[in-house]
């Protein structure tokens, strides 16, 4: 057992107690406007302390959504703040998630020459716990600028030897396979060296399950949407953090179609759990798998580091929810529509 505290599990699971309920996502699906979600949230849900300060007749979808981004991350901070070298790689694991996410928004920003958009949607709270030069960032205009504003960091030795090819575009989804990678090889080691016995199981049985959606979601998306070659497809999977093998890998980048990959895919024992949920989009499995697995765990883990990640993945799934029912009535969306595409 690692130092976690069992605070942190009564901690997490009393947090996860006051998560949104069906009462609350089908009176916020009731709303007529951004104005009376916001108006919603700040006076009967958990995030009202994070938005007590904003006017309702002064509400921006953008700020809204920032605050909200802002308060999951402190809420998944405070967790951290225990005499554990768990709690302390979660707390890294989540900059660095949050930091790769950005790069990679920078990245397809880049390609599509729109780069002044970059600091409009960063979230502030960051600045003060990445090393990366923000404002560089923020106005590097082309690679070599963007190189320099990751100057000392990581992110740059992996990235310094990629560069644009003859139409100016960069290998963005190989680019981000490599940052995922870096990500997950840091809370690999994290586990390795800070937990032993059932609380290591349940750490790399639950990140690899994971990992094996997220490169079955890829093959889906890369195969129908870019129509790359299987080697091209395979050069962009993690399968060193993966429990499905190279072979049944290299069968579904050769599949022929999205129905043949999702049956070898069932055919392995964590890809019969597609079975057991429901998802209106091939997209929507991973993080639905992802929410399956999380409340599994707040719920019977007996680790109290198991408890903690879990707890952070079902809070950005709400979150994301949370947005989606924004998006979805900004734009005057079918309630029923916007219900389907909830996780929860």
């Not at 989540?94 to 990245?107: G, P």
């Not at 994971?210 to 993690?238: A, G, H, T």
């Amino acid at each position: 057992m690692s130092k976690t505290s069992y605070a942190v599990s009564a901690k997490a699971r009393s947090k996860y107690g006051r998560f949104l309920s069906d009462r609350d996502y089908q009176s916020i699906l009731a709303c007529q406007s951004v104005t009376e979600v916001m108006i919603y949230l700040k006076s009967h849900t958990h995030f009202a302390s994070a938005l007590s300060d904003v006017n309702e007749r002064d509400v921006h979808r953008g700020r809204l959504e920032m605050l909200l981004r802002q308060y999951i991350f402190n809420e998944f901070d405070s967790l951290c703040r225990y005499d554990s070298g768990v709690s302390e790689g979660f707390s890294r694991y989540v900059v660095e998630k949050s930091e790769v996410e950005q790069i990679i928004r920078f990245l397809v920003l880049l390609n599509s020459h729109s780069t002044e958009k970059f600091i409009f949607q960063f979230p502030a709270f960051l600045s003060k716990h990445t090393e990366i030069d923000v404002n560089k960032l923020a106005n590097a205009r082309d690679y070599n600028e963007f190189l320099t504003a990751l100057g000392g960091t990581s992110y740059y030795t992996i990235l310094k030897d990629f560069r644009p090819d003859e139409k100016g575009s960069l290998p963005v989804s190989v680019m981000e396979n490599k940052l995922y990678a870096h990500v997950l090889r840091h809370m690999y080691t994290l586990i390795k060296k800070q937990t032993k016995g059932s609380e290591r199981r349940e750490l790399e049985k639950f990140f690899r399950t994971l990992n094996d959606y997220s490169i079955f979601s890829r093959i889906l998306r890369l195969k129908k949407y870019y129509q790359l070659s299987p080697e091209v497809i395979k050069s962009n999977m993690l399968p060193e953090f993966s429990s499905l093998s190279p072979k049944l890998i290299d069968r579904m980048c050769a599949a022929e179609s999205s129905a043949e990959v999702f049956q070898i895919m069932q055919s392995t024992g964590c890809g019969r759990m597609i079975g057991k949920i429901s998802y209106t989009y091939a997209g929507d499995i991973t993080p639905r798998v992802q929410h399956r697995l999380a409340k599994h765990n707040i719920h019977f883990s007996v680790n109290p580091s198991v408890v903690m990640i879990s707890f952070m993945f079902l809070a950005e799934i709400e979150l994301m929810n949370v947005i989606c029912m924004i998006e979805g009535i900004r734009y005057q969306i079918d309630p029923k529509t916007i219900q389907s595409l909830l996780i929860h």
